[in-house]
C-alpha cells in the first residue's frame, strides 16, 4: 500500500489514517465491449439522448491489452463481470474472452438481457463453469417490459431463462437469477415478479434505480460512511480508462489508465487514494460525482427466512434466495456480503419458525 500521508492535497489538520487498501482489487469490472441491443431509459450511458456521448464511449477492448490486465490481477483471483454498459453476450469471441478468465482462476459472473442467449450459449456457460448469470426481467407482463427496458419480448428472455435452467440441470453452477429494477413502471408488478421466479431461480433480486447521481428512494443511516466500493472494485472500460464508480459510464471521473499504467499502479495509485482520502475525511464536495450519492449504505443487512427462502436485504437490494440453492453463493460471488448460513441451518431455522 502506497503511503500518501505527505502528499500536497493532504490536510494535516484531518489527521488522517489511511484506511488499508488490498494490492489489487477484489472485483473488477471489464467492459469488453460497449455495445448494447437495447436503449434502456434507465441506464446512464444508452438512456441519455446525447448521441455523441454514447458513441465516444463505444468500443472493444482489444483481446492483448485485456490479457495483459488479466494476467496482472489474476493472483488476486478477482470476481470479474466481463461488462459494465455492454450487453455480455454481445462481446465478439465471447467463448475465448470467458475461458480467457476461467483459465486464470477467476469468478465470473454477469447480468444480462437475455434476448440472444441460444442453447448452445447455454451449454457454454455451463461447461466453463461461469459462476453467475443474472437475467434483467423488471416485470411479468410484455407491457411493463416495454417501459422499462424499450421492447415486450417477455416470452423470449423467459424462455432464456429457462433454456439455461434446461442446461444445467443439477450442477451447481452457474447461480442463476432474475432481477428487477424497481421505478415508477413496474413497481405494481414487484410481488408478481417475486412470486413468478422466487421457486424456480437460485436467486430473484430487486434493486433501487440510479437516477441524477443518487438513489432517490433509498433509506440510508444517518452516518455517512466511505463507499465501500473504493476499497474493492476496480471499473474498466474499454479504452483502459478506470473510473471510481460503475454508474460513471461516460468517465467523469477518470483516476488512470491500466493498459498505460498497470492494474497495480492505478489501483494503489494517487488519483484513486486522492478520492478515498476525501471519503475518509468526509469531504465529500471535493468529488462532485459522489457528492450527492447515497449508494455507500449498500452492504447494511437484515435477513429472514420465509417460504423456502433466505432473504437478505440492504438500503438498496433484496435477495430473495432458495435455501436449497444455497450452495453455489460463496466466495468472490459474495461481494461484499457476510457469508450466509448454510442450507442445513438455514433449513432448520426455517422448521423452528414454522
Known amino acids: 500500500m502506497q503511503d500518501y500521508s505527505d502528499a500536497p ?117 455451463v461447461e466453463a463453469e461461469v459462476d453467475s448469470v443474472f ?8 407491457d411493463t417490459l416495454k417501459k ?22 443439477e450442477k451447481e453452477l452457474p447461480r442463476i437469477g432474475v432481477t428487477m429494477t ?18 424456480i431461480v437460485d436467486c430473484v433480486r430487486t434493486s433501487l434505480v440510479f437516477e441524477n447521481g443518487t438513489y432517490p428512494d433509498m433509506v440510508v443511516p444517518e452516518q455517512r460512511l466511505p463507499c465501500p466500493t473504493l476499497y474493492t472494485t476496480m471499473p474498466v472500460h474499454n479504452d483502459g480508462t478506470v473510473t471510481i464508480c460503475c454508474l460513471d459510464g461516460f468517465k467523469s471521473t477518470g483516476v488512470g489508465n491500466v493498459l498505460k499504467d498497470g492494474v497495480k499502479a492505478v489501483w494503489q495509485g494517487e488519483e484513486f487514494a486522492k478520492v478515498r482520502y476525501y471519503h475518509e475525511t468526509e469531504q465529500w464536495d471535493k468529488v ?4 450527492g450519492c447515497n449508494g455507500w449504505a449498500q452492504h447494511e443487512f437484515t435477513e429472514e427466512i420465509r417460504d423456502g427462502l433466505f432473504i437478505r436485504r440492504s438500503p438498496q437490494f433484496v435477495y430473495y434466495n432458495r435455501i436449497d440453492r444455497m450452495s ?11 457469508v ?11 422448521t423452528a419458525s414454522e
Open 328 to 338: 453455489n453463493w460463496k466466495g468472490r460471488l459474495l461481494g461484499g456480503h457476510p
Open 288 to 291: 462532485p460525482f459522489c457528492e
Open 148 to 169: 422499462i427496458r424499450g421492447v415486450d419480448k417477455i416470452e423470449t428472455i423467459e424462455a432464456a431463462v429457462f433454456r439455461l435452467l434446461a442446461a444445467r440441470g
Open 182 to 199: 424497481k421505478q415508477d413502471g413496474n413497481l405494481h408488478e414487484e410481488q408478481a415478479f417475486i412470486d413468478r421466479w422466487a421457486g
Open 9 to 125: 492535497w493532504v490536510d494535516p489538520s484531518f489527521g488522517w489514517k489511511p484506511r488499508p487498501v488490498t494490492e489489487l482489487p477484489e472485483r473488477v469490472l471489464i467492459d469488453f465491449a460497449t455495445k448494447c441491443n437495447l436503449r434502456c431509459p434507465m441506464c446512464p450511458v444508452w438512456g441519455s439522448d446525447d448521441d455523441a456521448a454514447i458513441d465516444a464511449v463505444k468500443g472493444v477492448l482489444d483481446v492483448a491489452g485485456a490479457r495483459r490486465i488479466l494476467d496482472e490481477m489474476m493472483a488476486a483471483k478477482p470476481l470479474v463481470q466481463p461488462s459494465m454498459y455492454g450487453e455480455p453476450l454481445l462481446i465478439p469471441e465471447l467463448r475465448g474472452r470467458i475461458l480467457d478468465l476461467k483459465s486464470r482462476g477467476m469468478t465470473v459472473a454477469f447480468n444480462t438481457n437475455g434476448l440472444t442467449l441460444d442453447w448452445e450459449v447455454a451449454q457454454f456457460l
Open 135 to 142: 437475467f434483467s426481467m423488471e416485470g411479468v407482463t410484455r
Open 340 to 350: 450466509p448460513p448454510s442450507a442445513d441451518q438455514l433449513s432448520i431455522a426455517a
